[in-house]
């Protein structure tokens, strides 16, 4: 016989079985019911535990002088911020009794806001339970940072105390505005490049971003590399800071000098084609002279009486004159086709009979003009197709963005044998440096050709790009054209040009040191459609040219 008593056992077992039953009935009730009513709402709860993606941005690249001195350079800046609804009680205690405490020391990181005023900012704050209330408005240095993070409360960590932080990459530049359109600038904290070689090389300083997760685990996000970012690299640049800051001061001294209204200096090392100074100063409206725009590779300007050297270099190279040939220029007023060409002496009479050297050593107007309107002016083709010969008007591949080629044109016949975009004028007009249109750093292109023996160089900007102590990629100097014109030519060209400075209107750019060569321009600037003097007449004043003559090393205009 059983010691137990099923009649009164198994109602009991009964009972549990039926109860654990609907228990388990409940609990799939519950878990279908969560599953679909309640997907949506427990999917979002879900998704505040995880962050899937997270990009994560690398470290920008630096840009360095040519002997490796930073120019622009990426640190960390912060804006920091309260959350008042983190912490609970606990926290919020603490905040009454450390509040002062903390407006003083905030007044004493930042003394020109009052300690009153921070007390009735953080208190607004308070008051609303934001959980991202600015503390200060302005982004902050990594220093003033960590002054901040000793004080109470902001000392605690994020999820007890509520102080946060939002981290921006910035761009700083030792050298301050030093070639700045040339080195170039980002969009503040979107990290998007403006101009310069910020812009031309933004893919290879940007680096590539990361991807992270992020999990909560135990009140506190945890962030899991799934990959890391790569950071950009450096480029080295051929800009020389002291040249560079020797021209830049140099420049505003002139433009002051002159009241003018837009500056340029470029300045070339002749062997290599390396720029080592690049300044463009424009006149403000507070009369301060800043970098506003790269005048130097993007203005499409005519460039005066420093092109009738490429001129004169067609001519004798075609051999149609030499060194001695002579011209009338009368008393500084000749008609050329119906329009009077003026020498800058018209008034004291003209200079009379020139041998070719002094037309240029005088920029003579019509000296230049009658040379070439009598040997070209039936076959101006000829002519135009000289200068592109002499690399004027090959377009250089400014790795700048805005850069532009020069505009030279050829003249076009229809069908007739009629000129259709030329006129009898154009000719002795293009011969001194109108109707055309050539940016200074061509024209310094073509003067540092003649001072490199007749072998153009293509401007360069950057020399390498580095990634740590690798060197990525090598950019060697890039030989344009082999020879601009004919061995004799160039010789005859060159003491022409340093006779320019040694005796002729160039005199100002001579030195005691070392001889000069080069040629001055004077244009008057054209005001499109309102002409040359809608206004007043604006000038374009210039000198392009080498040194030392003997032994050129730079090249500028």
Not at 6 to 35: D, E, H, Q, W
Request: aromatic share 8%; net charge positive; with cysteine.
């Amino acid at each position: 016989m059983s010691k137990f008593e099923n009649k009164k056992i198994m109602p009991r077992y009964s009972v549990i079985a039926i109860v654990m039953t609907l228990i388990c009935i409940f609990i799939v009730g519950k878990a279908f019911y969560i599953m679909t009513a309640k997907h949506d709402y427990w999917m979002k709860v879900a998704s505040r535990q995880k962050k899937d993606s997270v990009s994560v941005k690398p470290v920008r690249g630096n840009i360095l002088s040519c002997d490796g001195q930073l120019m622009a350079s990426s640190i960390p800046e912060f804006k920091i911020y309260m959350d008042f609804k983190a912490g609970g009680h606990k926290k919020d205690s603490m905040w009454l009794a450390n509040v002062d405490k903390i407006c003083e020391g905030l007044h004493r990181i930042f003394p020109s806001k009052s300690i009153a005023a921070f007390k009735r900012n953080l208190e607004e704050g308070r008051k609303d339970m934001d959980q991202n209330w600015p503390i200060w408005d302005k982004r902050i240095d990594y220093n003033t940072y960590t002054e901040v993070k000793k004080l109470p409360i902001f000392c605690m960590s994020g999820n007890a105390g509520g102080f946060h932080k939002e981290v921006f990459d910035s761009r700083r530049r030792p050298f301050g505005s030093l070639a700045q359109r040339t080195v170039g600038d980002l969009y503040g904290a979107k990290d998007m490049a403006r101009c310069g070689l910020e812009l031309s090389y933004d893919s290879i300083l940007r680096g590539t971003n990361g991807i992270t997760h992020r999990r909560k685990v135990m009140n506190k996000f945890l962030s899991i590399t799934d990959t890391p970012p790569i950071d950009g690299a450096d480029i080295i640049t051929t800009i020389d800071v002291n040249i560079q800051d020797l021209a830049e001061r140099s420049l505003i001294n002139e433009l002051k000098d002159i009241n003018g209204n837009v500056g340029v200096a470029i300045v070339m090392e002749v062997e290599t084609g390396d720029i080592k100074a690049i300044v463009n100063m424009s006149k403000c409206d507070d009369g301060e002279y800043r970098e506003i725009k790269n005048n130097a590779v993007s203005d499409l300007m005519e460039p005066g009486s420093v092109f009738k050297t490429a001129s004169m270099m067609v001519a004798l190279d075609d051999g149609v004159v030499d060194t001695t040939y002579t011209v009338d220029t009368g008393c500084g007023v000749w008609n050329m086709h119906g329009r009077d060409m003026k020498d800058h002496n018209w008034r004291k009479g003209g200079y009379q009979v020139l041998t070719l050297p002094q037309t240029l050593m005088y920029s003579s107007n019509i000296g230049v003009s009658r040379i070439i309107d009598d040997h070209y002016g039936n076959d101006p083709e000829r002519f135009v197709r000289g200068l592109y010969r002499t690399g004027i008007a090959t377009d250089l591949h400014i790795p700048l963005v805005g850069a532009t080629s020069p505009k030279i044109r050829m003249p076009k016949k229809n069908r007739r044998g009629e000129y259709v975009n030329w006129s009898k004028t154009a000719l002795p007009w293009m011969s001194i440096g109108y109707e055309s249109q050539v940016p200074p750093i061509s024209t310094l292109t073509f003067y540092n050709a003649i001072a490199n023996g007749g072998r153009m160089m293509r401007p360069r900007f950057v020399k390498k790009i580095l990634k740590g102590d690798q060197v990525i990629a090598e950019f060697q100097p890039e030989i344009i054209k082999e020879h601009i014109c004919k061995e004799k030519t160039l010789h005859e060209l060159q003491t022409i040009l340093e006779h320019v400075v040694s005796q002729g209107l160039g005199k100002k750019a001579g030195s005691k040191s070392f001889a000069v060569a080069g040629k001055t321009g004077t244009a008057q600037i054209s005001k499109g459609i309102g002409g040359y003097k809608e206004g007043g007449t604006n000038y374009l004043l210039s000198f392009a040219g080498y040194f030392p003559a003997n032994e050129p090393r730079y090249s500028c205009i």
